[in-house]
């Protein structure tokens, strides 16, 4: 299965509020599980990566959940900015050389 | 110093024409990708090139004929144009993805637009 399955597909969050996305694989290969953020008319842009033998990784505001015998990751943003409202993909990567995208999460953080 | 600038911007045409997006890359990657994007934001693996060897060919129809003349560049060539390929596409570039893969650095994407 090369499937990423992500939720919700769009959040709206309050600023200051905890922004939560959620994905979950099937796949035992994939090794690599990147977040990407992705404003209007830009292309995505890496934000922040994980790999499965770590529970978690914060950088800044941003932080990864993994949880590998649930096959699940997860991306918290804390103190959720209107600056942050943008579409967030999760993807995995194995080394077949395919980084698998998420559906997507569009968020929206109202100030 | 744009890292990955693909061109053009926006690619407006009728169907049936044959049409080509440029992709380089300045940050002396191995690999290059071209994904698309759907009307729901949807991205996909279309094609992989390794130092100019192509790697991944994703099931997409043989009009899209992806070309890489050294590896800092990837084009990509699209005949007979279809309204179904109305999307965006985006060029990607990674470190050498047979290590076990980094973060891509993508281009701002080509919105072709079939009428």
């Known amino acids: 299965q090369q499937q990423v399955k992500q939720s919700p597909q769009s959040l709206i969050v309050q600023k200051g509020g905890i922004s939560i996305i959620n994905c979950a694989y099937e796949?035992?290969?994939?090794?690599?599980f990147p977040w990407y953020q992705q404003f209007p008319g830009k292309g995505p842009a890496l934000l922040i990566a994980?790999?499965?033998?770590?529970s978690e990784k914060k950088e800044g505001r941003f932080t990864i959940s993994f949880n590998k015998s649930a096959k699940q990751f997860s991306l918290h943003i804390m103190d959720s900015q209107p600056g942050d409202s943008a579409t967030y993909f999760c993807a995995a990567y194995n080394q077949g050389g395919k980084l698998i995208f998420g559906q997507g999460t569009e968020l929206s953080v109202k100030p | 110093d744009t890292a990955v600038s693909q061109t053009p911007k926006y690619l407006v045409t009728q169907m049936g024409n044959d049409k080509s997006i440029k992709c380089e890359q300045n940050?002396?990657?191995?690999?290059m990708y071209w994904y698309k994007q759907d009307s729901k934001k949807f991205l996909k693996i279309m094609f992989s090139y390794n130092n100019k060897e192509l790697i991944i060919n994703e099931t997409v129809p043989n009009r899209f004929s992806p070309k890489s003349p050294d590896k800092a560049h990837l084009n990509l060539h699209i005949n007979s144009l279809e309204l179904g390929d109305s999307a965006v596409y985006f060029c990607?570039?990674?470190?050498?993805?047979?290590?076990?893969?980094?973060?891509?650095?993508f281009g701002s994407g080509t919105r072709l637009t079939v009428v």
């Open positions: 940050l002396g990657h191995d690999t």
């Open positions: 994980i790999r499965p033998d770590v």
């Open positions: 796949n035992t290969a994939f090794d690599y």
């Open positions: 990607a570039s990674s470190q050498d993805t047979l290590q076990g893969g980094y973060g891509y650095t």
